[in-house]
T-cell receptor, first 117, second 114 residues
């Protein structure tokens, strides 16, 4: 069963606008972590932000913030003041459980974000 | 530079052949993960090792196998290759202790099966 769902295959946004990338997840484990990664055209995977299931506040990292709505099981990534360099593929991912060494990260299908000048 | 080293960067081979992809994790990381990225399947988790032991298995074909050696480097073996195995194969590593730890990814091995 698909555990991470990203419903937007592609998004086009004007430079300097804010953009929200959607991510919903499915888990019955009370302990889990949610991650966002960026993959530019060069191919490398770049970590952006992390949110733990017990974190009381939404995570922020510079221009990135995570809109975590636990009851809705959503973890949307918000990029403020978008830049041309933000054009990339964005992946939402989830890790379940707290067993040491058994913490695979499962990714969604990704959203391709294009920033227009 | 993530600190994760994958070799080779590119690999071109023929159907039916066998190849080995190699990964050296970041210094101190005990967990190694293998992922396959293709256009139609996205980023698929294949398998994870922690300190030499298999810990989690994903959608890994029986023709594929992996292992993690005592020095913690890992190898992914792909055999009886088919055209559909053409993909970007990522290795990632992490310490393997904390729920919130991020994965550090290598630059990937681009496999082309002709």
């Amino acid at each position: 069963a698909q555990k991470i769902t990203q419903t937007q295959p592609g998004m086009f946004v004007q430079e300097k606008e804010a953009v929200t990338l959607d991510c919903t997840y499915d888990t019955s484990d009370p302990s889990y972590g949610l991650f966002w990664y960026k993959q530019p055209s060069s191919g490398e995977m770049i970590f952006l932000i992390y949110q733990g299931s017990y974190d009381q506040q939404n995570a922020t990292e510079g221009r990135y913030s995570l809109n975590f709505q636990k009851a809705r099981k959503s973890a949307n990534l918000v990029i403020s003041a978008s830049q041309l360099g933000d054009s990339a593929m964005y992946f939402c991912a989830m890790r379940e459980g707290i067993i040491q060494g058994a913490q695979k990260l499962v990714f969604g299908q990704g959203t391709r974000l294009t920033i227009n000048p | 530079d993530s600190g994760v080293t994958q070799t080779p960067k590119h690999l071109i081979t023929a159907t039916g052949q066998r190849v080995t992809l190699r990964c050296s994790p970041r210094s101190g990381d005990l967990s190694v993960y293998w992922y396959q990225q293709s256009l139609d399947q996205g980023l698929q988790f294949l398998i994870q090792y922690y300190n030499g032991e298999e810990r989690a298995k994903g959608n890994i074909l029986e023709r594929f196998s992996a292992q993690q050696f005592p020095d913690l480097h890992s190898e992914l073996n792909l055999s009886s290759l088919e055209l559909g195995d053409s993909a970007l194969y990522f290795c990632a590593s992490s310490v393997g202790r904390v729920l919130g730890e991020k994965l550090f990814f290598g630059s990937g091995t681009q496999l082309s099966v002709l």
